[in-house]
């Protein structure tokens, strides 16, 4: 079946440092990759997504590229902000699957001043 | 893109007691689901919303607890029937669109129940 490892936090970081959350899939098809992104007390927002191998998804300074050769889709930003501070998702689509989702542990992301 | 609006979206409910959680989308999209979100955990999806016929529900999820309706394209229901503190969670209502190529599913805010 589908699933998604997501790496595990909290992560904590400063402002304007560089940000990586792993994000690796198993999946039987082609499947297209999110990020969502969860804000303290909202409810889950689309970041980015990427459709096939090689697509890049962005959104708001943050990055994600699609690798099939090593079934990932790595979150990047260059230089997060206190704003930031969230939990992400990584999730897959699989078509094989009714296109519903499957969604990674979640990454609790703190941002310091 | 999908807007998707929910309601109540946020409820304290007594134990034993039902709730009927409502999802509309402002525009016709080809499938909806319904996903809980236990606290401090990542979502899992309940179930299906299948337009004019009954919903598929994944393992571990029951019609007789988590009856769900969906009368049209664009409008669904999802009631939590008998609840007990540990169905405090928040439900998600999300729907697909797109096509096979660029499918994106969206969500709602989401509806935070607490059950005493």
């Known amino acids: 079946g589908n699933s998604v490892t997501q790496m595990e936090g909290p992560v904590t970081l400063s402002e304007e440092a560089f940000l990586t959350i792993n994000c690796t899939y198993t999946?039987?098809?082609?499947?297209?990759l999110f990020w969502y992104v969860q804000y303290p007390g909202e409810g889950l927002q689309l970041l980015l997504k990427?459709?096939?191998?090689?697509d890049k998804g962005s959104n708001k300074g943050f990055e994600a590229t699609y690798r099939k050769e090593t079934t990932s889709f790595h979150l990047e930003k260059g230089s997060v902000q206190v704003s930031d501070s969230a939990v992400y998702f990584c999730?897959?689509?699989?078509?094989?699957?009714?296109?519903?989702?499957?969604f990674g542990s979640g990454t609790q992301l703190t941002v310091l001043p | 893109s999908a807007v998707i609006s929910q309601k109540p979206s946020r409820d304290i409910c007594q134990r034993g007691t039902s709730l009927t959680i409502q999802c509309q989308v402002d525009s016709q999209v080809t499938m909806m689901f319904w996903y809980r979100q236990q606290p401090g955990q990542s979502l899992t999806l309940i179930a299906t919303?299948?337009?004019?016929?009954?919903?598929?529900?994944e393992s571990g999820f029951v019609i007789d607890k988590f009856p769900i309706s969906r009368p049209n394209l664009t409008f669904s229901t999802l009631t939590v029937s008998n609840m007990s503190p540990e169905d405090s969670s928040i439900y998600l209502c999300s729907a697909l669109t797109g096509t096979n190529s660029g499918n994106t599913i969206y969500f709602g805010e989401g509806s935070w129940l607490t059950v005493v």
């Open positions: 999730a897959l689509s699989d078509r094989g699957s009714a296109r519903q989702l499957t």
């Open positions: 999946a039987t098809g082609y499947p297209s």
């Open positions: 990427a459709t096939k191998a090689d």
């Open positions: 919303a299948n337009q004019g016929s009954e919903a598929t529900y």
